[in-house]
T-cell receptor, first 112, second 112 residues
Framework: DTEVTQTPKHLVMGMTNKKSLKCEQHMGHRAMYWYKQKAKKPPELMFVYSYEKLSINESVPSRFSPECPNSSLLNLHLHALQPEDSALYLC???????????FGPGTRLTVL | ELKVEQNPLFLSMQEGKNYTIYCNYSTTSDRLYWYRQDPGKSLESLFVLLSNGAVKQEGRLMASLDTKARLSTLHITAAVHDLSATYFCAVETQGGSEKLVFGKGTKLTVNP
């Protein structure tokens, strides 16, 4: 199974809501990632969970918080988001000698 | 800080023609990746390039890496409409950090 799954596919939320994005992989990879992609821009790395260690892109605001319940799941908790946070959120997993990252289908988030 | 530059950013070409997309990066890196993204979709891994002189081919696409020049190329041979997409190169920050920095992407349109 070479698939990374993400739920939901679409999410619309208000600025006062709390929501979570979910990501799951069954490839046995020990590293998982969250990226944010704005329209017509490249993906930007937000968080890396690798071998149970979290690395954070320091430019990511605290209203985003990752959680890794186990090695195959990675959640992204959202709280008090702003309209400019509307984007495609991509999860990826990877490992091995090539460190090749495999991306999920993404969650398209709209913040009203 | 690692910077990755792609050019051109936009490429419109006729079916049957050949063209090359260039990816330059600013600091030493062990790994370079090429991804394809269709509109509204996630990223699909195309190539992983790991060493100087590496060349990989898949169908009408061929990727190469020159680590001394810090340059990778993605060559398109006899383009067909189905190749229309945005192509990203991504470079891993040094030391096996598993963190990718993406170029801005090249939007390729192949016209009949």
């Amino acid at each position: 199974d070479t698939e990374v799954t993400q739920t939901p596919k679409h999410l619309v939320m208000g600025m006062t809501n709390k929501k979570s994005l979910k990501c799951e992989q069954h490839m046995g990879h020990r590293a998982m990632y969250w990226y944010k992609q704005k329209a017509k821009k490249p993906p930007e790395l937000m968080f890396v969970y690798s071998y149970e260690k979290l690395s954070i892109n320091e430019s990511v605001p605290s209203r985003f918080s990752p959680e890794c319940p186990n090695s195959s799941l990675l959640n992204l908790h959202l709280h008090a988001l702003q309209p400019e946070d509307s984007a495609l959120y991509l999860c990826a997993s990877g490992e091995g000698p090539w460190n090749e990252q495999f991306f999920g289908p993404g969650t398209r988030l709209t913040v009203l | 800080e690692l910077k990755v530059e792609q050019n051109p950013l936009f490429l419109s070409m006729q079916e049957g023609k050949n063209y090359t997309i260039y990816c330059n990066y600013s600091t030493t890196s062990d790994r370079l990746y090429w991804y394809r993204q269709d509109p509204g979709k996630s990223l699909e891994s195309l190539f992983v390039l790991l060493s100087n002189g590496a060349v990989k081919q898949e169908g009408r696409l061929m990727a190469s890496l020159d680590t001394k020049a810090r340059l990778s190329t993605l060559h398109i041979t006899a383009a067909v409409h189905d190749l229309s997409a945005t192509y990203f190169c991504a470079v891993e920050t040094q030391g096996g950090s598993e963190k990718l920095v993406f170029g801005k992407g090249t939007k390729l349109t192949v016209n009949p």
